[in-house]
């Protein structure tokens, strides 16, 4: 600890005047104190750094669940919803269409509230980005790689692609009426 204090009183002389030459185990002396200056200042960045690092996973967790929360208390209207319709009893068919309407919107509802939207994309141009083909069909009077027929929607979440739509693609029936014609 003396020692300390006094590298300090000496780095302060040398500091007020320059002038003076220290000997080459002053000069080493002085060196080492710098080195310790800096290596502490570096170890204090490390340590902020740390403890940033720890926050920002901390907040993301924190996120994470209240995004969870929120998505999962908004499903608890719609099972509940569920529920009350499979505990009522429908005396026609209207009232059940009536009460599975009431679903949809609830679905409807909720899917709207996260940004989330459905695309039927029947009539459109085949593109891999939002369709899965699960197969084709010869179809006249269909242009070729036109989607025919929907078999599940798909669904995106902001413009990004959550489930591509599955769906039924027009073929080329002309090559194959050329290839038939051919042989």
């Known amino acids: 600890m ?4 006094k590298t300090t009183e000496e780095k302060t ?5 320059s002038s003076v030459e220290l000997s080459p185990e002053e000069q080493i002396e002085a060196l080492k104190l710098e080195v310790d200056k800096y290596n502490e200042q570096f170890m204090r960045v490390v340590a902020d750094f740390d403890n940033f690092r720890k926050r920002v996973d901390r907040d993301r967790e924190q996120q994470s669940l209240r995004m969870k929360g929120q998505v999962i208390s908004n499903f608890l209207d719609i099972i509940d919803t569920i529920d009350k319709a ?41 593109d891999f980005r939002f369709h899965e083909a699960l197969t084709t069909v010869d179809q006249k ?9 929907v078999i599940q929607s798909g669904y995106k979440l902001e413009g990004e692609v959550l489930r591509p739509a599955k769906v039924v693609v027009s073929k080329n029936s002309e090559e194959k009426e050329v290839k038939e014609e051919g042989e």
């Open 86 to 126: 499979q505990e009522a009893e429908y005396p026609d068919l209207e009232s059940s269409l009536n009460g599975i309407s009431g679903i949809q919107k609830l679905v409807s509802s909720f899917m709207e509230s996260f940004k989330i939207e459905k695309f039927v994309p029947k009539g459109e141009i085949f």
């Open 141 to 149: 009077g269909v242009e070729p790689n036109t989607v025919v027929d």
């Open 2 to 5: 003396k020692s300390e204090e």
């Open 13 to 17: 002389a040398l500091d007020e005047d």
